[in-house]
């Protein structure tokens, strides 16, 4: 049992795979030179005798010797060139008969040359030959320990024999050292061949880990098809393969409803769906396509099509269906899904130009509406289009009361009392949620919507600051697009008369941007509405060119130190600095000077000591609707008299 585990392990077919055992054969046939080094000493061995000796047996021994010497050489030139795609026990085998018939030969003609009691030397010349080849054979062919082993046993067995035979001290000493021998060299062997087995299974068992690997980070885990990562590599593949006459179509899909599934009825069920669809779109694919998920809902087919009419009709059958209702957990789920596709050649000659036209596409389906199938067309760029969608949604949004002004107070930093607040507009929209400034203001501003958002704004703000005390200001922010337009210091003087409204409670935010191209036209309008008592703030300081010219040139009453430099991670002793010298200047100069972005005490303290007379932040507040900033002022005096009442 012990022997058949054993030899089992060592001999039979134990390699777990064959990659580990072709490794193995493949031992035996490097290192040629070492195989033919043998061979030629055997041959010279082989003539000498038949040189020395007119013994028939040992001529015809030494005679098949040299053939099987030139044989092996010869298959091996032969097997040599096909090798790596020969089956692995063809090449054992081969090698096998070989090498035992020339040992055995090698031992034959050691064993003639003893029972030949005439010819002296040559027994030496023949024993150690043979004694050699079988020890240094089994050395070179341990990575096939029964190959080896019964190389070693044929050259050194037939000595032992006829030592044993023929008898005699000298043979019975002879004998008995080859058997140790035998063991000795055996044992070695067998451990060369572990060592070498376990080496090439480390390095089989690393070289299959990263392999998986490889596998496993291109798929996506949730749906089993190929992840972003994968679609470039299948994408690559695919245009490589693709034949003249072809196209590759670049379906891009997104899902519709899909955030809804995902909120109502939670991830599990979202995944679900997920799953469903790659189904769907991997049974109406055609074969070689890659079908991946491009992360979130998004999925992407490529596939090599005949013409544009044939990636039409793949572009409906994915549409279809992913439309059939699915019915998973007893509930059932309707979604759909928005398309862009694209086409290479037509399209765009690369990959990244087929990808950034299905996108486009996409991005055109999906402001269509839902359920829409968009072909890529050269007019599209997604500039365009989202410019477009803005612009008109933003001009309607103004009548659909979808638009609110918020207001957040400036404290000032000596009495912890508000003494304005700073208008900032935002976007409820039906659809889309609530949209920040940072993200419609430039559209506004680039496609001139802002003009009319403008004045809207400062109305709305003139007549809400009309309804505070008195001494209480308000700050509206103005781009340098609308002050720019014609009229446009009429207008704003139009709105605060309107509401009814001081202009000196009136303070415009303006950035350095303004003063870079139209010096000329800035400093009228700056100038008119100052000598009518409207005061202008410098917003942002610190993110620009900071250049102090400006606040020497036009009329400013405050500069606001941009939050950069109070928060964030370049603060520090430099900024620190920065605001100190601002501060300093706006005390020379009369102006107020305020800290943006406040969020922490330490940072109220910091710009405080700093010299900093306002503050604006989420430490005070956020920018709150109009009811509210009313109740935070009201509060504010009443708590004031309660003081003035207790002292
Ligand atoms: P801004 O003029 O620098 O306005 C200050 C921004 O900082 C506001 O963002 C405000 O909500 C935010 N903020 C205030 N305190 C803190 C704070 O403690 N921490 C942080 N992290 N942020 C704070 P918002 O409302 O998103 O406005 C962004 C920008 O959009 C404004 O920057 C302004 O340039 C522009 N904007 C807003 N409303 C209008 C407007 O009515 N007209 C024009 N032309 N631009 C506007
Ligand atoms: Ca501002
Ligand atoms: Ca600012």
Redesign the pocket.
């Known amino acids: 049992m012990r022997l058949k585990t054993i030899f089992g392990g060592y001999i039979g077919g134990d390699e777990r795979d064959e990659s580990v055992r072709r490794k193995l054969v493949e031992t035996l046939y490097t290192q040629p030179l070492s195989l033919a080094a043998g061979a030629l000493a055997g041959i010279a061995c082989c003539v000498t005798a038949m040189i020395v000796t007119d013994n028939r047996a040992i001529t015809v021994t030494s005679v098949l010797l040299i053939v099987t010497a030139i044989a092996r050489f010869v298959v091996a030139l032969w097997l040599a060139p096909g090798a790596r795609r020969r089956d692995a026990r063809t090449l054992e085998f081969a090698y096998e008969i070989g090498a035992f018939t020339y040992a055995f030969l090698s031992g034959l003609v050691a064993a003639l040359t003893m029972y030949d009691t005439t010819i002296g030397h040559l027994q030496t010349l023949m024993v150690a030959y043979a004694l050699v080849y079988g020890v240094g054979i089994s050395a070179r062919n341990a990575g096939r320990p029964f190959i080896a082993i019964g190389q070693l046993l044929l050259s050194v067995v037939p000595i032992i024999v006829v030592g044993i035979y023929i008898g005699g001290a000298v043979f019975y000493v002879l004998a008995g050292t080859m058997f140790f021998v035998l063991f000795g060299v055996a044992s070695i062997t067998f451990n060369v061949f572990r060592t070498l087995k376990e080496q090439i299974n480390a390095a089989e068992t690393s070289r299959r880990l990263a392999e998986q690997m490889r596998e496993f980070a291109r798929t996506d885990v949730v749906t089993g098809l190929t992840n972003r990562g994968g679609l470039n590599h299948d994408m690559v593949e695919l245009l490589m393969a693709l034949e003249e006459d072809r196209k590759l179509a670049m379906l891009w899909l997104d899902l519709d409803r899909f955030k809804e599934v995902n909120d109502t009825l939670g991830h599990p069920v979202g995944d679900k769906v997920l799953s469903e669809v790659a189904k769907r779109l991997r049974s109406v694919a055609p074969e070689g396509a890659c079908v991946a998920r491009f992360g979130g809902d998004e999925f992407i087919i490529v596939a090599s099509v005949e013409d544009r009419a044939h990636s039409e009709r793949l572009a409906r059958a994915a549409s279809e269906a992913i439309s059939r209702p699915m019915r998973l957990d007893g509930q059932r789920i309707d979604t759909g899904t928005s398309m862009g596709v694209a086409l290479l050649p037509d399209d765009g000659p690369d990959i990244d130009t087929l990808m950034q036209g299905a996108d486009l596409a996409l991005y055109h389906a999906k402001v269509a509406g839902r359920g829409q199938i968009c072909f890529f067309d050269t007019s599209m760029t997604r500039h365009l289009v989202r410019k477009k969608e803005i612009e008109v949604e933003l001009r309607a949004a103004i009548h659909r009361d979808e638009l609110s002004i918020f207001f ?1 107070p400036i404290i000032d930093l000596a009495t912890g009392r508000i003494r304005s607040f700073e ?3 935002r976007w409820f929209h039906p659809e889309k949620g609530e949209l ?3 993200e419609f ?1 430039p559209v506004a501003e680039e496609t001139g919507v ?1 003009i009319t958002l ?1 004045n809207w ?1 400062t109305a709305q703000a003139a007549k809400t600051c009309a309804q505070w005390p008195e001494d209480v200001t308000i700050a509206v ?3 340098p697009v609308q002050i720019r337009a014609p009229g446009a210091a009429l207008g704003i003087l139009t709105a605060l008369r309107d509401a009814g409204l001081d202009p000196k409670r009136l303070e415009l ?1 303006v950035t350095e941007s303004l003063f870079i191209d139209d010096n000329a036209h800035t400093a009228r309008f700056m100038e008119e509405l100052s000598n009518e008592g409207v005061r202008f703030a410098l ?2 300081f610190g993110t620009g060119y900071s250049s102090l010219g400006y606040i020497n040139k036009f009329p400013f009453s405050k500069i606001k130190v941009d ?1 950069s430099f109070v928060s964030g991670p370049n603060i520090g002793k430099k900024s620190d600095a920065i605001i100190r010298a601002v501060a300093e200047m706006g005390s020379t100069l009369d102006m107020d000077i305020v800290a ?4 922490t005490i330490e940072q109220v303290q910091a710009v405080r000591n700093a010299g900093c007379t306002l503050g ?4 005070f507040s956020r ?1 709150v609707p109009d009811y509210m900033a009313a109740m935070l002022l009201a509060q504010e005096r009443n708590d004031g008299r309660e003081a003035r009442l207790a002292s």
């Open positions: 957040q208008a900032l507009v920040k400034p940072d203001i802002i403008g704004i922010n103005l781009s935010e917003d942002d939050r943006e972005g406040l969020e604006q932040g989420y430490y920018a």
